[in-house]
């Protein structure tokens, strides 16, 4: 079984500021993956960045990195140089190698600030 | 190409009525979630079409919720005498191939209101 908690229901940046969403995760699962997804007003989930948990680097994708914390159980995102089209809810989530569905959390509700 | 796409986008009924939500995935891809999210909630997974084997059905609520996939492409998510509860967004997803890691595209989902 997997469990996300996204501790943070709301969030808000500058524009130009950086801003770090926080995650933490349980799983039994020896192989897993982890994800953060962006829901903007339009509902449509987007993939933003992901990472293998065998894979001790932590994944960039441009201005969003994650800090993976293997031990810890924690997987945070950071959102460099925030920009207005980043305000949007943003999903932590994790699957299991082989095991196909995700497992979400609650969300955080992510503000820019002009 | 095209993503996924949802019909329809918005549905209004009335408790006790039976409704249809529609998924179309992306061609080629074998893998069909559905997923709903309930306000102030995240996503929670319902049930998982791959190829033609059988579904995986362990996160339906209640016997009143099924789906069918058929020609292993458009899927259908139908909720029997709808309850007050069911009021959600109704969001599908679909993936190339089981196995490994494949990215799931998410369609636009369907928000249905129970009156």
């Known amino acids: 079984a997997q469990t996300v908690t996204q501790s943070q229901p709301e969030m808000s940046v500058q524009e130009a500021e950086t801003v770090t969403l926080s995650c933490t995760y349980d799983t039994s699962e020896s192989d897993y993956y982890l994800f953060w997804y962006k829901q903007p007003p339009s509902r449509q989930m987007i993939l933003v960045i992901r990472q293998e948990a065998y894979k001790q680097q932590n994944a960039t994708e441009n201005r969003f990195s994650v800090n993976f914390q293997k031990a810890a159980k924690s997987f945070s995102l950071k959102i460099s140089d925030s920009q207005l089209g980043d305000a949007a809810m943003y999903f932590c989530?994790?699957?299991?190698?082989?095991?196909?569905?995700?497992?979400f959390g609650t969300g955080t509700r992510l503000t820019i600030i002009p | 190409g095209a993503g996924v796409s949802q019909s329809p986008s918005n549905k209004v009924t009335e408790k006790g009525k039976d409704v249809e939500l529609r998924c179309d995935p992306i061609?080629?891809?074998?893998?069909l979630y559905w997923y709903r999210q309930s306000l102030g909630q995240g996503l929670e997974f319902l049930i998982y079409f791959q190829g033609n084997s059988a579904p995986d059905k362990s996160g339906l609520p209640s016997d009143r919720f099924s789906a069918e996939r058929t020609g292993g492409s458009v899927s259908t998510l139908t909720i029997q005498r709808t309850q007050q509860e069911d009021s959600a967004v109704y969001l599908c997803?679909?993936?190339?191939?089981?196995?490994?890691?494949?990215?799931?595209?998410f369609g636009p989902g369907t928000r249905l209101t129970v009156l």
């Open positions: 989530a994790s699957g299991a190698f082989g095991n196909e569905k995700l497992t």
């Open positions: 997803a679909s993936s190339r191939r089981r196995g490994s890691y494949n990215e799931q595209f």
């Open positions: 061609s080629g891809h074998t893998a």
